[in-house]
C-alpha cells in the first residue's frame, strides 16, 4: 500500500502563485512516476501534469502549460508542483497520485494510489 500525503494549497489571488508538495511513502511505490489532477465537484477528475521518475520526462495538461512546473525528488519519493499566473479557473482540489505502471502518463486509470487532495482556490 502506497500512502500519499499532499500539502500546499490554499487561497490565492488571481495572478498569485503556490507550490504544492507530495510524498509518497510505503514498500509497494512503484517508482514509475508521479502525478497531479484536480477535480470540481459535479466534474471528472482531470489531468493536470505528471512527471516520470527515472528520465524526468514531464507533461502538461495545455490549460496549464507555461504556467505550472512539476519536479520530482527521486531519494525522497516527492514530486511538486509548482503554479504560477493562477486563475480562477484554476480552483479545484488537488490529487496526488503515483503511477502502476511504466507507462502511466495522463490517464487516471494507470495511477493506482491517490492522495486525499488539497484544495487551491484562486479569487478573482
Known amino acids: 500500500q502506497v500512502q500519499l500525503v499532499e500539502s500546499g494549497g490554499g487561497l490565492v489571488q488571481a495572478g498569485g502563485s503556490l507550490r504544492l508538495s507530495c510524498a509518497a511513502s510505503?514498500?509497494?511505490?512503484?517508482?514509475?512516476?508521479m502525478g497531479w489532477f484536480r477535480q470540481v465537484p459535479g466534474k471528472e477528475r482531470e489531468f493536470v501534469s505528471s512527471?516520470?521518475?527515472?528520465?524526468?520526462?514531464?507533461y502538461y495538461a495545455d490549460s496549464v502549460r507555461g504556467r505550472f512546473t512539476i519536479s520530482r525528488d527521486t531519494a525522497k519519493n516527492s514530486v511538486y508542483l509548482q503554479m504560477n499566473s493562477l486563475e480562477p479557473e484554476d480552483t479545484a482540489k488537488y490529487y496526488c497520485?503515483?503511477?502502476?505502471?511504466?507507462?502511466?502518463?495522463?490517464?487516471?486509470?494507470?495511477?493506482?494510489?491517490w492522495g486525499q487532495g488539497t484544495q487551491v482556490t484562486v479569487s478573482s
Open positions: 510505503g514498500r509497494t511505490f512503484s517508482g514509475y512516476g
Open positions: 512527471i516520470k521518475f527515472n528520465s524526468g520526462r514531464t
Open positions: 497520485a503515483a503511477a502502476s505502471y511504466h507507462w502511466a502518463t495522463m490517464n487516471p486509470a494507470d495511477f493506482g494510489s
